[in-house]
C-alpha cells in the first residue's frame, strides 16, 4: 500500500515536471517568434507604443500632404505601368483592358491631385497624348493580324477610339469652365472664417472661393504661394507654405476687419 502511493507521488511529480518545462518552451517559443527574450515584455511593449505613437503623430502632423504624396506616387506608378503594358501590348503579349483601365485611373488621379485649372488641363493633355499612342499601336496591331490571317482586332480599334473621345471630352469639360465660379455671395465673413490658419489647402481655399484672379506662381521649391481673389470693392488676400495657408487678410467684406 506504501509502495502505492509512492509510485504515485513520484509519477505526479514528474508530470509536474514536465508540464512546468512545457510552459516554459511555450513562452520561450513565443518570445522568439516577437523577437525578444522572456520577461522583456514590458520593455518591447513601451518600445512598440513609442514607435506607433510617432508613426501616429507623423501621419496626422499634416493628412493632407500625406494625401498629395499619396496622390502623385499613384500617379507614378500608374505611368510606369501603362508604359509596361503598352510594349506589351505591341508585342502582342497582353489583353487592351488593362490599358484602358490604366488611362481611366490617370485621368481620375489628375482629377484629384491638381489644384489648378491650368494644372488640370495640362494632365488631362497628357492622358489624351497617351490614349492617342494607344490608338497608333492597335492600329497597327490590326494591320498586322489582317496581313497575317489571324484574328484580327477591329473591336479593340474601336475601343480604343472611344476612350479616346471620352477623355478628349473631359479635356474640353475642363477648358470650357468658368475660371471665376463665384459672385458676391462668396466673399463673405463666413467664407473668410473658414479658411483657417495652418490647416486649409490650397485645393479647399479654391473650392471656397473660385480660382484666384492672381497669383505670384509658378514658385521654386520652397518659396511662398500668394493668391487673392477680387469681386468689387471685396478682396480676400491668401499666403500659402507647403500648400497650406499661412497668412490671410480681408477687405471691403462686412464684417471682417480690414
Known amino acids: 500500500m506504501a509502495l502505492r502511493k509512492n509510485r504515485h507521488a513520484i509519477l505526479a511529480a514528474v508530470a509536474l515536471v514536465v508540464i512546468g518545462g512545457g510552459v516554459g518552451a511555450l513562452g520561450w517559443s513565443m518570445s522568439a517568434v516577437h523577437g525578444r527574450e522572456p520577461g522583456d515584455g514590458s520593455k518591447a511593449s513601451s518600445s512598440d507604443k513609442a514607435s506607433g505613437s510617432d508613426k501616429d503623430s507623423k501621419a496626422s502632423a499634416d493628412p493632407q500632404a500625406t494625401l498629395q504624396e499619396n496622390l502623385k506616387d499613384r500617379r507614378e506608378m500608374l505611368l510606369k505601368a501603362f508604359n509596361q503594358r503598352m510594349e506589351q501590348w505591341q508585342a502582342g503579349k497582353v489583353m487592351l483592358h488593362p490599358l484602358k483601365d490604366d488611362l481611366r485611373a490617370l ?54 477610339k472611344v476612350l479616346l473621345l471620352e477623355i478628349q471630352a473631359e479635356l474640353l469639360r475642363e477648358q470650357n469652365k468658368l475660371v471665376h465660379a463665384r459672385d458676391l455671395n462668396s466673399l463673405t465673413k463666413e467664407n473668410y472664417d473658414k479658411i483657417k ?35 468689387g470693392s471685396r478682396r480676400i488676400n491668401v499666403v500659402f507654405k507647403d500648400d497650406v495657408v499661412q497668412l490671410k487678410k480681408a477687405s471691403g467684406i462686412p464684417g471682417v476687419a480690414p
Open 197 to 231: 490658419l495652418g490647416t486649409t489647402t490650397y485645393k479647399e481655399v479654391v473650392e471656397l472661393l473660385g480660382e484666384p484672379d492672381g497669383t505670384n506662381g509658378p514658385l521654386a521649391h520652397g518659396e511662398r504661394l500668394q493668391a487673392i481673389w477680387v469681386v
Open 107 to 160: 485621368v481620375k488621379v489628375g482629377a484629384e491631385l491638381y489644384s489648378t485649372k491650368k494644372e488640370r488641363v495640362a494632365g488631362l493633355e497628357e492622358c489624351v497624348k497617351l490614349t492617342k499612342e494607344l490608338v497608333k499601336v492597335t492600329e497597327a496591331r490590326f494591320v498586322i493580324d489582317v496581313a497575317v490571317d489571324r484574328l484580327a482586332t477591329e473591336p479593340d480599334r474601336l475601343e480604343v
